[in-house]
């Protein structure tokens, strides 16, 4: 009868030992690895709703420039996490009521009163030059934010604290901050007066 002596033959599996010591490299491994990816998920995440808030921000003062309106940048509206550029109704020197404050503007922000797109391209009607309602992921928040107004000569204006008078005054030598936060990461967009931008 053939005899099987080969080393292929007498070659046993893995003691005990041996998988203890693989587990426990694996588990260290995983206990190193798994906070920096959930930091890094949680970078991108925030940095990814961060530069779509500043593309909104850029295209609304574009469109200030090239409608020669005034073109506002609207958050927490009309829900917390919302965000949208409406046109501002009226002028400068006199908004429209609903329009003036924040605290009745997010009436701006829905659909059911001012639809996008919107069904009249007449000029001579307003307004022409409102985004769409735009959302930040679940797990992002604004957690300082003001309201934004773009003017056509590209320059920046904002309500000041309990402010209410019109026309809203020019962002002064101090930019303005829109930060976004998770709750362990926050990132913000610097708004100076002139309209630049930049990511902190």
Not at 15 to 25: H, P, Y
Not at 58 to 82: D, E, H, K, V, W
Request: net charge positive; proline share 6%.
């Amino acid at each position: 009868m053939f005899k099987r002596t080969s080393r292929f033959w007498r070659a046993r599996g893995f003691g005990l030992v041996d998988q203890l010591a693989t587990l426990g490299i694996a588990a260290t491994v995983a206990a190193i690895a798994i906070p920096t990816i959930v930091k890094t998920v949680s970078t991108q995440r925030i940095g990814i709703d961060l530069r779509n808030v500043e593309r909104e921000m850029q295209l609304a003062r574009i469109s200030a420039i090239q409608s020669n309106r005034p073109i506002r940048m609207r958050f927490n509206c009309p829900a917390a996490g919302y965000y949208r550029r409406v046109e501002l109704l009226g002028s400068v020197n006199n908004p429209i009521t609903g329009d003036d404050a924040d605290n009745q503007g997010t009436r701006r922000c829905s659909y059911t009163y001012y639809p996008y797109p919107v069904a009249d391209k007449d000029p001579m009607t307003r307004p022409n030059n409102d985004g769409p309602l735009q959302q930040l992921n679940s797990k992002i928040s604004f957690s300082s934010v003001q309201t934004i107004e773009f003017w056509p000569n590209g320059t920046v204006h904002m309500m000041s604290g309990a402010q209410s008078g019109q026309p809203l005054p020019q962002v002064g030598s101090t930019p303005v901050n829109i930060v976004l936060s998770d709750g362990s990461t926050t990132r913000l967009i610097s708004v100076n007066s002139l309209g630049k931008m930049q990511f902190q």
